[in-house]
């Protein structure tokens, strides 16, 4: 019930209008109490680390960062000796800071158009974690009495919570075609697997140019890219490869009613973990119309031998079902082709190839494949 609702909404904080654009950024900061002589660093997300770019020194109670950036984006300045980070949306404007040491959350941010968006957010954004607070206090309360039925009441007042968030997340996304935030919202919402594809897609070809052209909006486009062809409503394109045996097998020849495609490798733990269950899925489907067909990512250089690992794990963990693989680690053009980055990772289709649902593993993938044979 503690978990946080978005990473955008960690921070509450004002929001003014904005002044005369400049010709790059100018960050004049004030802060209220004595921090002379302190670090100040502008960090800006790469992958998942954070790097410096820009930094000044606290000088009578204030700092000034300048230069110039390619397009808007989240940022957040740090302060030496200050716990947390004040996010912002960084462009090339003037922006003011009146940063509140103690309380940085609720420092004053003015300046930039893009500021002004993310101001109309928190908006939201405040109600929203408020009702969370109140909900987590409740929560602790009825779990230390060991109330379930208002342990009950309170998960699906916090499911409702989040339905509400998703549905003001899509509901900016959709209005604020020119807004950095809207990239960002979405580029999170892809990266974390809580929009559909379809709906992503729609979203971000109503973005206008300068919002596209944004690293987020960037990012949204080579993940759409990337994953076009396997997304879930996508026909998934055939493939052939040998079998054990040396035959060439390919997906269409043996699809059945439902087919699960399970990308896998015999040295790959979380996959032979998972073995168990995908087996016991298929023994109870098979008669029904399921079938499987295993794509191993066996021959990475640490196997001496990586087709005989590939039989044996197959033997050992009993997959009586179909198995391929050009024995090419993630070299294997099937998995390029299907944009596998790490495994396991199965995609379950349709008898037209269609993809219902990709990567569900214990109970998950029994339910969905009884949902569909039953």
């Known amino acids: ?42 960090l800006r ?23 110039k950036v390619e397009s808007s ?22 922006i003011d800071l009146t940063i509140y040491t103690d309380s940085i959350y609720s420092s004053n941010i003015n300046g ?11 908006d939201f ?14 929560y602790k309360i009825a779990k230390r009495n060991q ?3 208002k342990l009950s009441e309170l998960r699906k007042t916090y499911e ?24 960002l919202i979405l580029e999170r919402a892809l990266l974390s697997n809580k929009i559909e594809f379809v709906k992503a897609k729609e979203l971000y070809s109503n973005f206008d140019e300068t919002t596209k052209n944004t690293r987020a909006g960037k990012a949204v486009s080579k993940f759409i890219t990337e994953n076009e062809k396997t997304a879930v409503g996508s026909i998934v394109p055939d493939f052939s490869a040998p079998n054990p045996e040396g035959k060439t097998i390919s997906l269409n020849d043996i699809k059945g009613k439902v087919t699960i495609i399970d990308f896998w490798a015999a040295w790959c733990g979380p996959c032979r973990k998972e073995n168990p269950n995908v087996v016991k899925v298929y023994e109870k489907y098979h008669e029904k119309g399921l079938e499987i067909i295993g794509v191993s990512l066996d021959g990475t250089p640490q196997q001496k031998n990586a087709k005989q690992a590939w039989i044996d794990a197959i033997e050992k963990d009993n997959l009586n079902w179909h198995h391929v693989s050009n024995l090419k680690y993630f070299n294997d053009p099937i998995a390029k082709e299907f944009n596998i980055n790490a495994i396991p990772a199965t995609f379950i289709i349709d008898a037209e190839g269609k993809i219902i649902a990709k990567n569900l593993r214990g109970p998950a993938l029994e339910e969905k494949i009884a949902a569909l044979l039953n």
Request: glycine share 4%; aromatic share 6%; proline share 1%.
């Open 125 to 138: 954004v405040r109600t929203l974690r408020s009702k969370n607070q109140k909900l987590s206090e409740e």
């Open 1 to 42: 019930m503690q978990r946080i609702i978005s990473l955008l909404c960690i921070s509450l904080f004002l929001i003014s209008c904005s002044k005369e654009k400049s010709d790059g950024y100018v960050i004049n900061g004030k802060l209220d109490n004595p921090k002379n002589n302190s670090l100040v660093q502008l």
């Open 45 to 67: 997300s790469q992958g998942r680390h954070k790097v410096v770019i820009d930094s000044a020194r606290v000088v009578d109670n204030t700092f000034t960062l300048n230069g």
């Open 147 to 149: 109330d379930t039925a």
């Open 73 to 94: 984006d989240m940022t957040y300045l740090t302060i030496e000796d200050v716990k947390s980070s004040l996010p912002f949306i960084i462009e090339n404007e003037n």
């Open 160 to 183: 409702g919570i989040l339905k509400e968030n998703e549905e003001n997340d899509n509901a900016f996304m959709a209005q604020n075609k020119d807004a950095t935030l809207s990239a």
């Open 112 to 122: 930039g158009k893009q500021n002004d968006y993310f101001n109309e957010y928190q």
